[in-house]
């Protein structure tokens, strides 16, 4: 048992009793399980080794009490002991008592260790692990130290063998021949147990962010919605992506957290999914807003994605089991033989280490290949899905060949010809992260020895429980010493229970205890974990009630300690249910600052202020404390804060309004309260941390256009752009290009801008920039090219079109509705578009439409639309996107209405053209618009009628249209109060009624009169229309007559 | 009278009433009260428990150690006990905490300090030990110029960088309220009248 309790059992860290234990898992459980068993059935099987005396007793801390012992023992007040002894008459099971509940145990033989575990029923499991917590070579125990659990060659085995038959015929001798086979023995039992942990161990490899994305990247390109699918959609929930690879928030990665995803199986609900470095798992829907998302784990943990799809999934799983895969089953067998040769010279003597070794090495093959087909699976036989997926790409890339038509998917094909270089890569590297691990784990190992900081922390605490009041000060004071800022004594204030005493001193009356213990509180709550620990204490209750205290320095201490603690959803709805929210609220009540004289009083008034507003921010995140904060009278007092000239005042202050100006309330009290004036002064202060908080105020609030032109007003656009040189500070970036970006929503802003040389600044960061600040960038030049025609020139002078259509193969949807948008507003220009098209950026536009986001499939097809209606030669530019004609038609099943209006108007452009028309007149675009007709939305119904105008155009689409029902519906959009509604539908009233069957739908629906009407309208284009209709409506009737009269 | 009182008209006249009136207790030295006197006062007014601590602010008060406390002792202490700034405060409690008056706190004084502060701790160990290791804690971090015991100076920065350690030795100042209290208690005592014959 030695080799294996040495190596494969799994030790934790860090604990309270100073020795390594047994973590809680499988594994060991397994083992323990082993072990019970192997030591029960013992004396049964080998009642001659069981005898055997230990060399030195097996000692531990037991679970038991002494009353749970039956059978032939004495009893005695300090403990109990067996009536059977050894040679020295020491008694073979000796129970020490420690105190009340508190034994030691010793036992020196096999066999009553085995009636010992027989008698601890169903806390053989717990007892188990004590004795081999305490006892972490028992074979040394047993047999003496030269048998001790060594690596490498080991000896000891012949060694007894040699003395054993040296003294044959002694009594010693046969002593002796009694412990080899105990030993021998053992070792048995070692191996078996080490090939169960080894088959154990094997299943679980952990996984890394290189081979989570791998996978991504793989399933992303098989993702879709037609037939050859395996999954709808397979998407990060964050974008970000962090150097090392993980999609996760730093404090989710040191839970191991690589990434969430959102996938949509063809055949069932969307899940959202936490790719773990131990699995994959479904989470209970972690959001792009981490704050308020739920991390926590939702049944199984699978080894990777494919497996956790496969097991959710049947469809999936069809789809990856249909595949075949035998060109690549060959060739891992012969890189197997090929590793095993070149390590067959220095193969360790002992079978079981060669055993051993072997699989590892088996073990590292399979590493090794998964890493080269880019995905995690361990045994062999588990490989199918890796190899499938491999084919599948393959096969795909030939499909591509054989039908041109896919050519469109611009982006999974690129995707398709980026594989090979990232494959290469990562098998290079992959011995590197191998070698990571590997030092991971020497690491922890190391860790085991505590450090000692642990053990002087573990002391005070004990201090602070026993001491009467100075002493508890004095040892509060001695544990602020330590540098609480480590983890290490964050974690080992928790560990030996101190969070208790800490958080149980704050109920106390002594105030000075309370300063003590808040100010480690404040420190240590800078740890997530401590945080979650406080907060399951209860020590937000407490604190929120200190804010009310009548000392200065604990109302401070405690507003700093929640906003720290306050950093996650539950202990911000604690603090607001406990009335925390209120309270802090009134901490800000400080004299208007400024005012003279300044004592110490008011000095001290406006720290208290500081840190309620500190408090505040962090409890802002949640949109109820938004609300309470507001009911609590919070906006007047921090508008008056707002006036503060001290930066550490103002940061939380603006900090605060930042996060609640999400709130429509917020805004607009914002601006009724002038608090635009004082956010625009602090745009010029030194502090960038401000001036960031500054800036995402106003890009939340600008979203209302009095908000602009206050800003505007008051100067503050000048600041902004100004912020755009400071480009070493991502954040502060992404918030002045988001105030800038709503901003320029309005057009005097526009032109403030084009003063201030913005383009030219936007442009220059369009590149290199993470994506936060490119979508605010892109939305910003979007903004000025939309307003201001002239600003579409200085883009692209400033070279900022090659940059936007690069944009366009990105995959964040935010910015992917912004590089379209701006992209579009660029392509009114003629020589813009010359430029976009020239860069294939049309082509790129059309695969978009491809997108899941229905808002970048519809910002998409807008900005397709001015491309058609400038490219040089569209028609034949459109009819070159092989599919794409098919693709725009059958987004008309959208049941997204600004869906359906930008391809209505897309589709309206498209058939200009003759040809393009015919083809997607094939496509049947005319019962589809036909079906849309029914609709109220007048945006589009506008576009809708222009497609229908548009479409009449061709054969007889006309009467088609007339025959899907389409006319009626039409003559209604009459009523609409929109002219542009009017306008379209007239032209298409104009063009179905040249159908005589139309003329007489359309005359029963009532049309003559509102047409009437519209003929006086100082819109030309629908007067004429409007008279066309009724032109070819009397002509009609004059037809008839002249019929009838005949 | 010392000039620096921190006290109202008022509150030296309640203060002077409380003290005559005390004083009545003992009709052969009216002008002094005895020690255990003020001890009971200080006893009672503020809860102030620990013996040491108690004989020790009782001599502070007593500034020409005739073992009797006098009418200006009794303001001059009060007002430093009451309503004292912030360095008269650090004074105070190094006053206090130096049980031989020599200047320094040592490890000696620490400990008998301190003697008191460990109770509940688990009977198998010896509460000594705990005292001895806070003891040096403190030694430590206090003493700046290493020479193995307090001064004056090395007090005064420790209480600086951290007021916690005003009142580290022991509780020896009161809280808010009880000075509060303490002055309506003081106003209730009739105005003294010198003779009564």
Known sequence: ?1046 | MAPSLHFSKEEVDALTNMFKDLGKANPSRPEKLERTQVREQLHVQFGVTDDIILDRIVRVFDLDSDNYVNLSEWLQGLSVFLKGTYEEKKQFCFKVYDLNDDGFITREEIFNLLKSSMTKLQTEEDPDEGIKELLEITIKRMDADKDGKISRDDFSEAVDADILYLEHFGSCLPEPKDVEAFLKVAATYPPYRATYY
């Open chain 1, 1 to 1046: 048992m030695g080799q294996t309790l040495a190596r494969a059992a799994q030790w934790t860290s860090v604990s309270e009793g100073g020795e390594g234990k047994l973590e809680f898992n499988k594994a060991n459980e397994l083992l323990l399980n082993s072990f019970i068993r192997f030591v029960e059935a013992f004396p049964s099987k080998h009642p001659q080794e069981a005898a055997l005396v230990f060399k030195t007793p097996l000692v531990w801390k037991t679970v038991l009490d002494t009353s749970e012992f039956s059978g032939d023992y004495e009893r005695s007040d300090d403990g109990l002991r067996s009536k059977a002894r050894d040679k020295h008459d020491q008694p073979l099971l000796f129970v020490e008592k420690l105190g009340e509940l508190n034994h030691k145990v010793h036992v020196s033989t096999l066999g009553e260790l085995s009636n010992l575990l027989k008698a601890a029923g169903n806390k053989k499991m717990q007892e188990a692990r004590a004795i081999l917590e305490a006892n972490r070579d028992p074979v040394a125990k047993i047999l003496g130290d030269g048998f001790a659990t060594v690596e490498g060659e080991d000896n000891s085995t012949l060694r007894l063998l040699d003395q054993a038959s040296k003294e044959s015929g002694d009594q010693s001798a046969e002593e002796n021949q009694t412990k080899l086979r105990l030993l021998l023995l053992t070792q048995q039992f070692d191996m078996e147990l080490m090939r169960n942990s080894i088959k154990e161990l094997s299943q679980e490899i952990r996984l890394t962010p290189q081979l989570v994305n791998n996978e991504i990247h793989l399933l992303q390109s098989f993702a879709g919605t037609d037939g050859g699918c395996a999954l709808e959609s397979i998407q990060h929930v964050l974008e970000y992506e962090f150097d090392n690879g993980c999609h996760a928030p730093p404090w989710r990665q040191v839970n191991g957290d690589i990434c969430y995803l959102v996938v949509k199986p063809l055949d069932g609900d969307e899940m959202s999914v936490t790719a773990n470095t131990s699995g994959c798992y479904v989470n209970k829907g972690v959001t792009s807003n981490m704050d308020d998302s739920n991390f926590d784990r939702e049944g199984e943990t699978y080894k990777d994605l494919v497996s956790l799809l496969s097991a959710k999934s049947r469809k999936f799983q069809d789809m990856i089991n249909s595949k075949e895969f035998a060109l690549h089953e060959e060739k891992k067998t012969e890189q197997l033989n090929a590793y095993e040769d070149a390590n067959a010279d220095d193969e360790p003597d002992r079978p079981m280490e060669r055993e051993k070794t072997k699989e590892e090495k088996e073990e590292k093959v399979i590493k090794e290949k998964t890493r080269k087909s880019k995905k995690k699976t361990s045994p062999s036989k588990k490989m199918q899905p890796t190899l499938n997926w491999k084919n599948e790409e393959n096969k795909g890339k030939q499909e591509k060949v054989d039908k041109p038509e896919k050519k469109v998917s611009r982006q999974a094909s690129d995707r398709k010809t980026k594989t090979p270089a990232l494959e290469e890569e990562y098998s290079e590297s992959s011995s590197e992260s191998e070698e990571e691990e590997e030092s991971t784990d020497r690491r922890q190992e190391q860790n085991s020895d505590l450090p000692s900081e642990y053990w002087q922390i573990q002391k005070l605490v004990k201090y602070l429980k026993g001491g009467n009041q100075t002493a508890t000060v004095i040892a509060l004071c001695a544990m602020r010493d330590f540098n609480l800022s480590q983890e290490t004594c964050q974690l080992a204030i928790r560990d030996v229970g101190g969070l208790d005493v800490l958080i149980n001193l704050l109920e106390t009356n002594a105030i000075k205890c309370k300063i003590g213990s808040l100010k480690i509180l404040k420190e240590i709550s800078r740890n997530t974990q401590i945080r979650k620990a406080i907060a399951d204490l209860g020590g937000l209750q407490t604190m929120v009630d200190i804010l009310q205290a009548s000392d200065k320095d604990l109302k401070c201490l405690s507003a700093e300690t929640i906003a720290n603690v306050a950093k996650f959803r539950r202990a911000r709805r604690t603090v607001r249910q406990h009335g925390g929210i209120r309270k802090l609220v009134a901490l800000l009540d400080c004299a208007p600052i400024g005012s003279v004289p300044v004592t110490p009083e008011s000095e001290k008034d406006v720290e208290v202020a500081k840190c309620g507003a500190l408090a505040l921010w962090s409890c802002s995140k949640s949109t109820k404390n938004k609300q309470a904060i507001r009911k609590a009278g919070g906006i007047p007092l921090l508008a008056r804060l707002l006036k503060a000239r001290h930066e550490d005042m103002l940061i939380p202050v603006v900090g605060t309004l930042q996060e609640c100006s999400s709130e429509h309330s917020y805004r607009l009290a914002i601006r009724t309260e002038g608090m635009i004036e004082d956010l625009v002064k602090n745009l010029h202060s030194e502090n960038q941390e401000l001036q960031m908080h500054c800036a995402s105020a106003i890009f939340k609030c600008a979203e209302e256009k009095e908000t602009r032109d206050l800003v505007r007003l008051y100067g503050g656009l000048d600041p902004m752009v100004a912020l755009l040189n400071k480009s070493d500070n991502k954040e502060l970036l992404a918030a002045a290009t988001g105030a800038i970006w709503k901003c320029a929503m309005s057009p005097e802003n526009v032109s403030r801008f084009q003063e201030l040389k913005a383009i030219e600044l936007l442009v220059g960061l369009l590149n290199e920039q993470p994506e936060e600040v490119l979508v605010n960038v892109v939305g910003a030049l979007g903004e000025c090219a939309a307003q201001e025609p002239s600003n579409r020139m200085a883009i692209r002078k400033a070279g900022g079109i090659p940059p936007l259509v690069n944009l366009l193969t990105g995959t964040n949807q935010a910015l992917l509705v912004n590089v379209t948008k701006a992209v579009g507003a660029c392509a009114t220009e003629a020589d813009n578009m010359g430029i976009i098209d020239r860069l294939d950026g049309v082509r790129l536009l059309w695969s978009l439409l491809k997108n899941q986001n229905q808002q970048v499939q519809a910002s998409a097809a807008w900005a397709i639309c001015p491309c058609i209606e400038n490219a040089k030669d569209a028609g034949e530019m459109v009819r070159s996107f092989v599919g794409g004609l098919e693709l725009i038609v059958s987004l008309l099943k959208s049941d997204d209405r600004e869906v359906l209006a930008s391809v209505c108007a897309a589709i309206a452009n498209i058939a200009k053209d003759e040809e393009n028309l015919a083809v997607i007149t094939d496509h049947g675009v005319v019962p589809m618009l036909a079906k849309l007709a029914t609709t109220t939305d007048d945006k589009l119904r506008r576009h809708l009628a222009d497609a229908i105008a548009r479409c009449c155009m061709w054969g007889n689409n006309r009467v088609a249209f007339g025959q899907n029902g389409a006319v009626a519906p039409l003559v209604k959009y009459l009523k609409s109060p929109d002219i542009n509604v009017h306008r379209a539908t007239a032209t298409a009233l104009f063009q179905l009624s040249r159908d005589p069957n139309n003329c007489i739908t359309m005359h029963d629906s009532g049309v003559v009169k509102p047409l009437i009407d519209m003929v006086g309208s100082e819109d030309f284009a629908l007067q004429e229309a409007a008279a066309g209709c009724i032109g070819n409506i009397r002509l009609l009737a004059l037809a008839n007559e002249k019929a009838r009269y005949k």
